[in-house]
């Protein structure tokens, strides 16, 4: 089982590049989330959704745009890179409505220089 | 607004060690708790899950409890090993049905030393 994958795990930009981060599972899960951990910031919610067809904004939503096309995918995508959104990005999965057991990807590192 | 803590920020000890990692919430009307450890490089990966009725989950050498009233959660490690190094991190959910009131603590960087 491979559980949650995320591509790629390194990637450097440009600045006003854009790029998308691709996260898949493979649990049939209905929630799914992307997360930026900075540190001192601790992980911070960008965006999530609760099934096909639905998205949310979290806590810091702006530059990043999000769809869910399939119960499996994920992507994020990163309109224009800013050197602001330098950080570790994670996706994560979890079984139906409610903090369930969360299941985390191993991250992508991104540096916009 | 709901904001989490956990003390120390980083903690090292010596091998066979038992210890306690805190955890420290500012509104007790949660619906539930999780525990994560961090590997350095790595993604988070769930240890425990406290819901709000209870007050505690145990998984072999590991023990979280949930005070709600107080706003704490506690993670025991029994025995620690080298193994156990790593960042431990916790997840307080307000909402029942509503990710986005998931707020998680800064984290607490453990070392055990052999």
């Known amino acids: 089982n491979a559980g949650v994958t995320q591509t790629p795990k390194f990637q450097v930009l440009k600045t006003g590049q854009s790029m998308t981060l691709q996260c898949a599972q493979d649990?049939?899960?209905?929630?799914m989330s992307w997360y930026r951990q900075d540190p001192g910031m601790g992980l911070r919610l960008i965006h999530y959704?609760?099934?096909?067809?639905?998205?949310d904004q979290g806590e810091v939503p702006n530059g990043y745009n999000v769809s869910r096309s399939t119960t499996e995918d994920f992507p994020l995508r990163l309109l224009s890179a800013a050197p602001s959104q330098t950080s570790v990005y994670f996706c994560?999965?979890?079984?139906?409505?409610?903090?369930?057991?969360?299941?985390f990807g191993s991250g992508t590192q991104l540096s916009v220089l | 607004k709901q904001e989490v803590t956990q003390i120390p920020a980083a903690l090292s000890v010596p091998e066979g060690e038992n210890l306690v990692l805190n955890c420290s919430f500012t509104?007790?009307?949660?619906?539930?708790l999780q525990w994560f450890r961090q590997d350095p490089g790595k993604g988070l990966t769930s240890l425990l899950l406290?819901?709000?009725?209870?007050r505690e989950q145990t998984s072999g050498r590991l023990n979280a409890s949930l005070d709600k009233s107080s706003g704490r959660s506690t993670l025991y490690i029994a025995a620690s090993q080298p193994g156990d190094s790593a960042t431990y991190l916790c997840?307080?959910?307000?909402?029942?049905?509503?990710?986005?009131?998931?707020?998680f603590g800064p984290g607490t960087s453990l070392s055990v030393i052999p």
């Open positions: 509104d007790s009307a949660i619906y539930n």
């Open positions: 649990m049939n899960h209905e929630y």
């Open positions: 997840a307080v959910a307000k909402g029942g049905t509503s990710y986005d009131k998931v707020i």
């Open positions: 406290i819901q709000s009725s209870q």
């Open positions: 959704s609760v099934g096909a067809g639905i998205t």
């Open positions: 994560a999965s979890s079984y139906g409505q409610g903090m369930q057991k969360l299941f």
